[in-house]
């Protein structure tokens, strides 16, 4: 996530939440029921950008994790943290 663009993740924060999309000036409405997830390493790890502060503020659960042994422990490990929000 903090490698892209502030625009790009600008442009997602617009879809979070206003749902509408700007394609070459054009206001655009759909009608979106979408989930994201975002990946990105903690931030003393790299020194690759950031994340814009709105978008940053519209994440619901931030998981700080080590890499689990099986993609059976990942799925726990989300379903958990889903539960608590």
Do not use: C, W
Not at 24 to 32: A, H, N, Q, S, T
Request: charged residues 25%; aromatic residues 8%.
């Amino acid at each position: 996530m903090p490698d892209l663009q502030a625009r790009i993740q600008v442009a997602l924060f617009n879809i979070l939440q206003e749902k509408d999309v700007q394609i070459r000036g054009f206001k655009i409405r759909l009608p979106l029921d979408v989930q994201f997830v975002f990946t990105a390493n903690p931030e003393d790890y790299t020194n690759r950008g950031s994340i814009v502060t709105p978008l940053k503020d519209r994440i619901d659960s931030q998981i700080m994790t080590h890499y689990a042994r099986t993609v059976e422990e990942s799925r726990t490990i989300t379903d958990l943290e889903a539960e608590t929000y």
